[in-house]
């Protein structure tokens, strides 16, 4: 079993509103962050610095984090250096937009999560489906502290409990209460389509739509393909 390391120094991949939200989230929180874009970082050395945070390289950035944050186009996921982040905690934020992304009937596919193709892509990384259902004007406007009247709920998936338990306590950190939704499989629920995409719900609420994913327009759809490709 993996024992993970508390996270120090939280790595986010990709600079648009999402990454800069996530960032400022984090280092309200007392995190060290430390942001990068594909190339150069200096275009966005300025902002990000702005908001208490560093821009580095996408390598740099994987020598010095204790887990990172993707938020970049799900159709760059390819991009990512595999070998480097061999090991590495990493929360999959990404999600599958025709207009970033294209036609990819390989991204929207809905006999497998996108995350596991992140995964599989990431082999020896461990990769936990989270930071990405919730829109990232409801990420800045929400946070609150623990036990805050009206906190509301993120919901993430892995295969590990130690990763789950990591990510958790960051979640609970940037002002969210974590759900576990399952292994890492189960991100399906969190993607465009079905019910907890886009949710600013409670914890309560988040988990009910959770529980009924499988009677879902989203869940049946899924169930269908998954029937039809067993053999």
Partial sequence: MTVTSPIRTLGIIGAGRLGRVL??????????????????????????????????????????????????????????????????????????WWGADGDRPDLDDPRTSTSELVQRHLAGARVVKGLGHMGYHDLEDEARPAGAAGRKAIAIAGDSADDLDAVSRLIDDLGFDPVIAGPLASGIMLEPGADAFGADVSVAQLREMLEGFETSRRGIVVARARRSDRP
Wanted: glycine content about 6%; cysteine-free.
């Fill in 23 to 96: 960032a400022a989230l984090a280092v309200d929180a007392g995190y060290r962050v430390v942001v990068a874009r594909a190339g150069d970082p200096a275009p966005i050395a300025r902002a990000i610095a702005a908001i208490g945070a560093e821009a580095v390289s996408v390598s740099d950035l994987v020598t010095v984090s204790d887990a990172v944050v993707l938020a970049l186009p799900l159709g760059r996921y390819r991009t990512l250096p595999a070998a480097q982040m061999r090991g590495m905690l990493v929360i999959d934020a990404m999600n599958y």
